[in-house]
């Protein structure tokens, strides 16, 4: 069984600030992604940033970075220079391979509140 | 627009009722997954349909769910009996369903499912 564990259930980050999203993740499949996903109060998922578990450098997407460290099954994201626009709940999900079938397994999520 | 579609955005029914929550995948796209998300939680997988294969229903929490996806395209959620703890907001998403393990899953806006 696959499983996400996001452990701060909420973080304050000042303005112009990085900050750091846990995420820690279970699974007995070789082949995986890890997602990154970001839900405004408006309810929309939005799609941030993906790693694949056989990707050699952890990827970026602009101010998103991904910390994968896959001896320690971990897959933080690092925001870099916080806006207000950032607040908002961060969710991390897994895709497991063929075998776990193609669904996102998702953590609890994390809920980002950015202060001026 | 070209992305995930779903209907009604909202849905207040009563204790016993049946509901149908609508969802339109982005035109091309192959697989779609419902989740579910109640109040403060993470996503929970419900059912992922792909291509003509049959459906992973494994996430449907009782018989009273059941879910169709019509023509490849258009997939219907059935809620039968609704009760109070089915409360949540219903999201779909859908992807190019490729077997590779990085691909996306668009979301829609999500149905907000209340039973009194």
């Known amino acids: 069984a696959q499983k996400i564990t996001q452990t701060q259930p909420g973080m304050f980050v000042q303005e112009k600030e990085a900050v750091t999203l846990d995420c820690t993740y279970d699974?007995?499949?070789?082949?995986?992604?890890l997602f990154w996903y970001k839900q405004p109060s408006s309810g929309e998922m939005i799609f941030l940033i993906y790693?694949?578990?056989?990707?050699?450098q952890n990827a970026t997407e602009g101010r998103y970075s991904l910390n994968f460290q896959k001896a320690r099954k971990s897959a933080n994201l690092v925001i870099s220079a916080s806006q207000l626009g950032d607040s908002a709940m961060y969710f991390c999900?897994?895709?497991?391979?063929?075998?776990?079938?193609?669904?996102?397994?998702f953590g609890g999520g994390t809920r980002v509140l950015v202060k001026p | 627009g070209a992305g995930v579609s779903q209907s009604p955005s909202n849905k207040v029914t009563e204790k016993g009722k049946d509901v149908e929550l609508r969802c339109d995948p982005i035109?091309?796209?192959?697989?779609l997954y419902w989740y579910r998300q109640s109040l403060g939680q993470g996503l929970e997988f419900l059912i992922y349909?792909?291509?003509?294969?049959?459906?992973?229903k494994s996430g449907l929490p009782s018989d009273r769910f059941s879910a169709e996806r019509t023509g490849g395209s258009v997939s219907t959620l059935t809620i039968q009996r609704t009760q109070q703890e089915d409360s949540a907001v219903y999201l779909c998403?859908?992807?190019?369903?490729?077997?590779?393990?990085?691909?996306?899953?668009?979301f829609g806006p999500g149905t907000r499912l209340t039973v009194l």
């Open positions: 998403a859908s992807s190019l369903g490729l077997t590779s393990a990085n691909l996306e899953q668009f």
């Open positions: 699974t007995s499949d070789p082949s995986y992604g």
């Open positions: 790693q694949g578990s056989y990707d050699q």
């Open positions: 999900a897994m895709r497991g391979g063929k075998a776990a079938g193609n669904k996102l397994t």
């Open positions: 035109s091309g796209h192959t697989a």
């Open positions: 349909f792909q291509g003509n294969s049959a459906p992973d």
